[in-house]
């Protein structure tokens, strides 16, 4: 059964970093089909696609926010965490991990973790 | 990055009716894109993907079609489980990017 979970802060102060982790179960991060993105969606707004990690390490991240993004993963842990800097009350948003499959679609998600930024 | 422009942003439709949302992108993407339907307080769920491929267990009213930079999501007839708020995901390249939503509301 595949499942991923998403943790960490539900507060954070303007300027803070950011630190999520996904952890995953049911498939392994070092699988060549499998990837996992990170996705948000400020209340009442649509979704946004903020980065993405291979199997082989490779990383994409949005255009946008490319300066304020790191995404890693550790195998051995089942997990990828994504750091966000300097975060604004406008990065206040429900975080989503998901498995991106055999590059053809994000076909399982977490729950999401709503993210307030706020001093 | 590649833009993805959804339309219409909303739309109201009576149980029964056909449904059409399109998805325009910047520049051509072959068939690398995908629907999401997000219903609220959940995650999104995969429809359809390489524009025309359903989903394993997504029900057959649902259908894609469209290449390059034009692409039509259908309802053939609408449910009440189907009021929800759908997205088109381009990957034909990273950054991936989603389109702004079509929110299917009851007429």
């Known amino acids: 059964q595949v499942t991923l979970k998403e943790s960490g802060p539900v507060l954070v102060k303007p300027t803070e970093t950011l630190t999520l982790t996904c952890t995953v179960s049911?498939?392994?991060?070092?699988?060549?089909?499998?990837?996992v993105s990170w996705i948000r969606q400020p209340p009442g707004k649509a979704l946004e696609w903020l980065a993405h990690?291979?199997?082989?390490?490779?990383?994409s991240y949005s255009t946008s926010l490319k300066s304020r993004l790191t995404i890693s993963k550790d195998t051995s842990k089942s997990q990828v965490v994504l750091t966000v800097t300097n975060m604004d009350p406008v990065d206040t948003a429900t975080y989503y991990c998901?498995?991106?499959?055999?590059?053809?679609?994000?076909?399982?998600w977490g729950q999401g973790t709503l993210v307030t930024v706020s001093s | 990055a590649i833009q993805m422009t959804q339309s219409p942003s909303s739309l109201s439709a009576s149980v029964g009716d056909r449904v059409t949302i399109t998805c325009r992108a910047s520049?051509?993407?072959?068939?690398?894109l995908g629907w999401y339907q997000q219903k609220p307080g959940k995650a999104p769920k995969v429809l359809i993907y390489?524009?025309?491929s359903l989903q394993s267990g997504v029900p057959s009213r649902f259908s894609g079609s469209g290449s390059d930079t034009d692409f039509t999501l259908t309802i053939s007839s609408l449910q009440p489980e189907d009021f929800a708020t759908y997205y088109c995901?381009?990957?034909?390249?990273?950054?991936?990017?989603f389109g702004q939503g079509t929110k299917v509301e009851i007429k």
């Open positions: 995901l381009q990957d034909y390249i990273h950054p991936l990017t």
């Open positions: 520049q051509g993407i072959r068939n690398d």
């Open positions: 049911g498939f392994s991060l070092s699988n060549a089909r499998m990837g």
């Open positions: 390489t524009a025309s």
């Open positions: 998901a498995r991106y499959y055999d590059r053809l679609f994000l076909d399982y």
């Open positions: 990690i291979f199997s082989n390490d490779e990383k």
